[in-house]
């Protein structure tokens, strides 16, 4: 009975080319990806989206604190004055008083605007989270794809060896082959079983790192679809740090105008007699309470809020210019890739038609035994790397879309 021979790419490893190419990915169904499920059961789980509604509210909440007429809460001051404890003549005086702590001049606005950076900032916050969380979703995710790819053709190679063994023994039994060939040809199976565990120990440990960041068994999908050129102000880093520009900017201004204590207006009234049988008396009282000089923790407050911009507007100047070169260094790759794994097909389909060749000439005697094991494991080095270089395109424009500051897909 005539052996099966495999032939590029391989059953496998066609599959798993048909899941990286942008058509394949045109042509998916419309539910999630597994790369973009996977991102969202890892979010899902992480602090920051826990906290997140939490760190809205308190934006809220200071943004109605910033909106309301009084920076603090009013005061009831109550006293009494009496001689009962002395002369006793009678003389009693009782005053009631409410204090209203007064915004100093802007210093509302510029409370409101504080309030707002900081509400505008949460959100950015989040965004940046998402961003770092997809980079570390998209490693685990290529990283057990590429350890599939290696055991799918660690699978192939073993299955072509024990072909090439079976028939070996057959040609030893009949005497056409001497059984150093069948050592040589048992020595190669072993070899490809050896391969194959260890890629099955690669497979197990990122298949462990990918359920523990999702909770999600593993699956191949789609490539993602290569991205078109963003404006890098929208990176969600970027967002991130040009609210806290925004927000430094606007804890300084309103640190400029808190220099001293806030006035207070006083408004009270004030009942009294001076002796015993007199008749009370009734009087309104009106009084500010105006803090005179600077404030002693003022300066302090100011210079820590001009340190806080001056940083965080140097760290957004450094970040962009390093998302840009990221950006075009990725750009850069993803074309590379895309020519190495054209020339990749290209060799893996000449080792396929030559492990044919060597096939037939070994059946018919015209080959050793050395050179038909030689062709075979080039050959499926070939496939190997084909399949590889396809994956790895994928891989650089999803590392395009992360550079981009794109979620997954």
Sequence with gaps: MKRKRWDFPGILAAALLMATIPGYARTSSASLTPLRQGFETAWARQPEQRGAALRRDAAAAGLRAAERWTPETMALDLSTRSDRWHRNDGTREYEAALSVPLWSPGERAKSQAAAQAQSQAVDA???????????????AYWA?????????VAQQRLASAQGIARD???RVAAGDLARADAHQADSAVAAAQGALAEAAVAVAQSVQIWVALTGQEVSAGPQEPLPAQLPVAEHPLLRELQAKVDLARR???LASVQTRANPELSLGTTRERDARGARYAQSINVGVRIALGRASAS???L??????LLEAQSHLDLETTRIGTRIAAARTRVELLEQAASAAQRRAALAGES???FDKAFRLGESDLPTRLRIDLEAFEAERQAARSRLEVGAAISQLRQALGLLPE
Excluded at 125 to 133: H, I, K, S, T, Y
């Design 299 to 301: 300066d302090a407050r």
């Design 168 to 170: 070996v023994q057959r």
């Design 251 to 253: 804890q300084q201004e």
């Design 355 to 357: 492990r044919g060749f």
């Design 125 to 139: 916050l989040v965004g940046a989270a998402q961003w770092r969380l997809a980079d570390v979703v998209r490693e």
């Design 303 to 308: 210079a820590n809020a001009g340190a806080d």
């Design 144 to 152: 057990q794809q590429r350890a599939h790819i290696e055991q799918q």
